[in-house]
T-cell receptor, first 110, second 120 residues
């Protein structure tokens, strides 16, 4: 079993829709969770990170962690065409490593 | 402040050829990483370096070697390229690690623009 599993998509939604992106992880010891955004032909960049359980909000983006079910989510409200990208969840494993999910390619249609 | 830079941007090799991918960062970061990204596989760690002079294997190290030349530079070498190494390669750096000082807890990594490698 992979340590992090992510719905691969692709996902296509109309502009203004609420988007939900999800990952599951296997090890209940993980504490830090991240979401990276990657535009086409670019390197990933950190969008949000959360520690332990609960929600974290940043503008139109909300990251949520449910440690009881080992489930992490990213919600995008009022989605815009500029949000079209691949979204990768990641967990911090030990002192040095990030383990990434497969990535979900998202397209927001005007 | 260029962040993380990688050269070359594109490369085509024949099976058996060798090449070195170069990476440099100007953020005075301790840790540097090499990943490969394949469709449906996400980013997989090849090698990483927690500080100058140290390197460690990641998830998929076979067929690769690395050198942490100094604090700024971390190169990835393919000694005898194979078609299975066709991929997009990303270098990343992080302020995490090193031999002294406070560690950042969540290890934000900053990525370069990538090198698209095709092995025929």
């Amino acid at each position: 079993q992979k340590e992090v599993e992510q719905d691969p998509g692709p996902l296509s939604v109309p502009e203004g829709a609420i988007v939900s992106l999800n990952c599951t992880y296997s090890n209940s010891a993980f504490q830090y969770f991240m979401w990276y955004r990657q535009y086409s032909r670019k390197g990933p960049e950190l969008l949000m990170y959360t520690y332990s359980s609960g929600n974290k909000e940043d503008g139109r983006f909300t990251a949520q962690v449910d440690k009881s079910s080992k489930y992490i989510s990213l919600f995008i409200r009022d989605s815009q065409p500029s949000d079209s990208a691949t979204y990768l969840c990641a967990i911090v494993q030990g002192a040095q490593k990030l383990v990434f999910g497969q990535g979900t390619r998202l397209t927001i249609n005007p | 402040n260029a962040g993380v830079t990688q050269t070359p941007k594109f490369q085509v090799l024949k099976t058996g050829q060798s090449m070195t991918l170069q990476c440099a960062q100007d953020m005075n970061h301790n840790s540097m990483y090499w990943y490969r990204q394949d469709p449906g596989m996400g980013l997989r760690l090849i090698y990483y370096s927690a500080s100058e002079g140290t390197t460690d294997k990641g998830e998929v190290p076979n067929g690769y070697n690395v050198s942490r030349l100094n604090k700024r530079e971390f190169s990835l070498r393919l000694e005898s390229a194979a078609p299975s190494q066709t991929s997009v390669y990303f270098c990343a750096s992080s302020s995490h690690g090193g031999t002294s000082g406070r560690q950042s807890s969540y290890n934000e990594q900053f990525f370069g623009p990538g090198t698209r490698l095709t092995v025929l």
